[in-house]
């Protein structure tokens, strides 16, 4: 196959409950004003976001027999994104988060069936394939992923990689020996001073730098910053209202992959990022509200 950018990772279905006022507790009950069903997860988020952008995408998944699993490779193939890369699993592969969605951030539970192996899956396809990035959704620590990274960047490949929600601390040289083979580390503020230990985003960036070669951080209201080879460089937000702010650091790094395969500079970069994950928060779930390139334009035009 041959595509621009490769995204491996695991889906999810999201249940999304929207229009909540006051947070749940033990005893009470309250009622949304709207729910919706939308395939998720950082991969299916930034796979849909690259594919309505124009870039030629590859995800490298799996799916089961289960609802969850049919229900997102409807909606996928719906989009017209191929599943060539996908393995089929003749078992149920239920991954299911229930998103409690407030205006400024949201609440999950989630639930998955134990996983199968996917990095094997991962190294056969990279080995067959004709790509230029490979983007993945979350911090992947595996012992025998630091040396595949190395094979790939010396056939020309580039890599980034999102943080998520992990247990993973700096100070594991497995964690240090994994972002010294990334091209681009993209965790948001929050993951970043987690991952760290640090208490302020500029003393976790401090700290990720060192290992990272250039690290780009979501940082919600407060725009999106970049460390690189020509230092510290800030764009702020767009002047808008969230709806629902489910998926939208996956379609940020969309956004930024996309500039970046166009040959755009590191601050244009951000631009679309921000765009991009911006207009995604205007309507529920990372995937479905993600923007079309015309829209990215238009936004564009305006900031």
């Not at 996956?250 to 991009?276: K, M, P, Q, S």
Request: net charge negative.
């Amino acid at each position: 196959m041959q595509c621009d950018i490769l995204v491996p990772g695991h889906y999810f279905c999201d249940v999304i409950f929207t229009g909540l006022t006051e947070p749940t507790a033990p005893g009470t009950e309250i009622y949304a004003r709207d729910l919706q069903f939308v395939p998720g997860g950082g991969a299916i988020n930034t796979v849909v976001a690259l594919r309505r952008l124009g870039v030629a995408v590859g995800w490298i998944g799996m799916l089961g027999t289960d609802f969850a699993s049919q229900f997102v490779g409807a909606w996928l193939r719906g989009e017209g994104i191929a599943l060539e890369l996908v393995t089929a699993l003749d078992a149920p592969m239920r991954r299911v988060t229930a998103v409690l969605s407030y205006p400024a951030d949201r609440a999950f539970v989630s639930y998955v069936d134990p996983l199968p192996d996917l990095i094997p899956s991962i190294a056969q396809t990279v080995e067959a394939a004709n790509c230029r990035h490979i983007h993945f959704p979350g911090l992947l620590i595996d012992p025998r992923l630091p040396d595949l990274l190395a094979q790939w960047r010396a056939r020309g490949i580039t890599i980034s990689m999102d943080c998520q929600q992990r247990p993973h601390k700096l100070d594991d040289p497995l964690v240090q020996s994994t972002l010294r083979q990334l091209d681009l580390f993209m965790p948001n503020a929050s993951e970043a001073c987690r991952l760290t230990g640090q208490d302020t985003l500029d003393a976790a960036a401090g700290a990720l730098w060192a290992f990272a070669r250039t690290l780009v951080v979501k940082d919600g209201a407060n725009g999106a910053w970049l460390w690189g080879e020509s230092g510290r460089i800030h764009v702020p937000a767009l002047d808008l209202t969230p709806v629902d702010t489910t998926g939208a650091g996956d379609v940020f790094n969309a956004g930024f992959l996309a500039a970046r395969l166009a040959g755009h500079d590191a601050e244009t970069c951000l631009r679309w990022g921000n765009v991009c994950g911006g207009l995604a928060t205007l309507n529920v779930g990372g995937a479905p509200s993600a923007p079309r390139f015309a829209e990215v334009e238009s936004a564009l035009s305006r900031t």
